[in-house]
C-alpha cells in the first residue's frame, strides 16, 4: 500500500474512525507531519484539531529507549522499570529532562503564540501521527494525553511495523493502523509524497480547524521550495545529473555523495533528504557515475574520480543565487562517504560538516587526517566489520569527530525505526553546524 500523501492517509483513517463521530473527541496530531493527517480526521469528524507538543525522555546512552516523557503544562511521566533497569541516577534524569524541556518550551512557544491548548479533560482524544517506527514518541503522546486527563486514548496511524504496535498496545485504549508491513524501513516509503511539514503549515491548519471546522476544503499551507528540479552539470568529460531542493528561507545545503550501487533515486537518501528539508536545510542528490560506468567496478571504488566530482558539484552550487553564502555540508553512504570525506580534505571547498551513513572512511586513505569539518559516523550496531573500520577511522581523524552505533541495525538500516535514528542523528548534527552564527 503507498498513501498519495498525509492528506490521503488522513482521510482514509478518517474513514475507519467514523464509528467516533458524534463523541466528546479531540484530534491531537504529532507536530508536525502528524497534523496534516489529523486535520483530514478532525473535519470529517466534525471534532476540534489541536497539537500534542512532547518530548521523550531518552536514556542517554541509548536514547531511542525512553525512560518517561514531558509535555505541557509541566507534565512529567516516568517510566520506573527503565529507571530501575538502566540503573540511571536522579542527575542523569535531571540533565536529560532539562535538556528536552528547553526544546520543548520552544516549540510551544511557537504553536501557542496565537492559539491555546484545546482542554483534553474527560474527552475521547484521538492520537494521530503520519506513521509510527519505534513508538517512543507515540508512547510519549499516549502518556502525556492521559496526564492531561484523557477519559479515553485512540492512537491512530496509517503505517507502522506490526512489532512496535504488539508494544504499543498497552498504552492507549484503541489503537487503529491501516497497514502493518513485514519489511517496514521507513515510514516515509509508504508515502508517494512525503514532502516537508513547516511549522506554518502545522499553525495555519490549527487556525483554519479552529475557525471553520466544517465548510474548508483542505489545502497545503505549507511554503514552497525555491528550487525542487532535476539539474545537469558537467564534471570533466561526462554529464552527471542530480536533483536539487532547496526550502524556503534555507539555513545551508548539504551535497549527497551516494555508495556502491546507489544513485540519486536511493529511497534512503530521498528519505533522509526529505528529513533535511523540513529542518530548512537545502540538498543535492545527484549522481556521481553515468549509468555506463555504473557497470564498471573500478570506477565504482575509484574513490579520487569520485571526490573530484563531489569537489566540481559543490563549486558548481555555491555559484548559484539560491546557496550564494550558505554553509555547506556532505552525507555520503558506503564508498561515497569516502568520497566526501577526501572532498572535505581539499582546500577547493570549504565545508562545514560531513555525516557518514554505513560509511567506508577506510577509503579516504591519507586524506582522512587532514579532514577539518566536524564529522558524524553513524553505523549500524550488527554492521560488524564496517563498525570496526569506523572506530580505527574515528582515532585516526584529528577533527571534531563523533561515532553513533545503532542498535540492531545492519548495512542498509532497513529494520523497523533504523532510518528514522539516522535521519534524526544526521539532521541535528547538520543543522546544528550548517546553521548562521547569532547576528551572522
Same mark, same amino acid.
Given at each position: 500500500m503507498l498513501f498519495d500523501d498525509r492528506r490521503d492517509a488522513g482521510r482514509q483513517l478518517a474513514r475507519r474512525l467514523e464509528y467516533l463521530r458524534g463523541e466528546d473527541a479531540v484530534v491531537v496530531g504529532l507536530p508536525r507531519g502528524g497534523v496534516p493527517v489529523a486535520f483530514e480526521i478532525a473535519q470529517a469528524l466534525d471534532a476540534p484539531l489541536d497539537a500534542i507538543v512532547v518530548r521523550k525522555l531518552g536514556v542517554p546512552y541509548q536514547p531511542e529507549l525512553a525512560f518517561g516523557a514531558i509535555g505541557e503544562d509541566d507534565v512529567l511521566v516516568i517510566n520506573d522499570n527503565v529507571v530501575a533497569h538502566t540503573k540511571l541516577t536522579p542527575e542523569e534524569m535531571a540533565t536529560v529532562e532539562r535538556r528536552e524541556r528547553e526544546e520543548l518550551a520552544r516549540r510551544v512557544e511557537l504553536l501557542r503564540r496565537t492559539r491555546p491548548r484545546v482542554p483534553l479533560a474527560g474527552r475521547t482524544v484521538i492520537v494521530v501521527d503520519d506513521g509510527i517506527a519505534t513508538g517512543a514518541t507515540a508512547r510519549a503522546a499516549c502518556q502525556v494525553a492521559r496526564a492531561h486527563g484523557a477519559r479515553r486514548v485512540?492512537?491512530?496511524?496509517? +503505517?507502522?511495523?506490526?512489532?512496535?504496535? $504488539?508494544?504499543?498496545? %498497552?498504552?492507549?485504549?484503541?489503537l487503529i493502523c491501516l497497514h502493518t508491513p513485514t519489511r517496514f524501513g521507513a515510514v516515509g516509503f509508504w508515502y508517494r509524497r512525503f514532502g516537508q511539514v513547516r511549522d506554518t503549515e502545522v499553525t495555519e491548519l490549527l487556525r483554519r480547524s479552529s475557525d471553520h471546522p466544517r465548510e474548508l476544503q483542505p489545502g497545503s499551507a505549507s511554503d514552497p521550495p525555491l528550487c525542487d528540479d532535476e539539474v545537469r552539470f558537467r564534471a570533466g568529460e561526462v554529464e552527471l545529473t542530480g536533483h536539487l531542493t532547496i526550502p524556503e528561507n534555507p539555513i545551508g545545503m548539504v551535497v549527497f555523495a551516494h555508495g556502491s550501487g546507489s544513485s540519486r533515486h536511493s529511497p534512503r537518501n530521498r528519505y533522509v533528504a526529505e528529513v533535511l528539508n523540513r529542518s530548512g536545510l537545502g540538498t543535492l542528490l545527484f549522481d556521481?557515475?553515468? +549509468?555506463?560506468?555504473?557497470?564498471?567496478? $573500478?570506477?565504482?571504488? %575509484?574513490?579520487?574520480?569520485?571526490s573530484r566530482r563531489l569537489i566540481e558539484a559543490t563549486v558548481r552550487l555555491t555559484g548559484r543565487d539560491e546557496a550564494a553564502g550558505l554553509r555547506i555540508g556532505y552525507f555520503g553512504a558506503s564508498t561515497g562517504a569516502a568520497a566526501a570525506l577526501r572532498a572535505a580534505a581539499a582546500p577547493d571547498v570549504q565545508i562545514a560538516a560531513v555525516v557518514s551513513r554505513g560509511g567506508r572512511p577506510d577509503l579516504?586513505?591519507?586524506?582522512?587526517?587532514?579532514?577539518?569539518?566536524?564529522?558524524?559516523?553513524?553505523?549500524?550496531?550488527?554492521?560488524?566489520?564496517?563498525?570496526?573500520l569506523n572506530r580505527r577511522a574515528a582515532q585516526e581523524m584529528s577533527c571534531e569527530t563523533a561515532l553513533e552505533v545503532v542498535p540492531g541495525a545492519t548495512h542498509l538500516f532497513m529494520e523497523p525505526g533504523a532510518l528514522e535514528q539516522v535521519a534524526e542523528l544526521a539532521r541535528d548534527w547538520l543543522v546544528g553546524r550548517l546553521s548562521p552564527e547569532p547576528g551572522a
Open positions: 485512540v492512537l491512530a496511524v496509517p +503505517v507502522a511495523p506490526g512489532d512496535t504496535l $504488539a508494544m504499543l498496545k %498497552d498504552e492507549s485504549d484503541e556521481l557515475l553515468t +549509468v555506463d560506468e555504473e557497470g564498471y567496478r $573500478a570506477r565504482v571504488f %575509484d574513490v579520487e574520480l569520485l579516504a586513505g591519507p586524506a582522512l587526517a587532514a579532514v577539518r569539518a566536524p564529522t558524524l559516523l553513524i553505523v549500524g550496531g550488527d554492521d560488524h566489520a564496517v563498525l570496526e
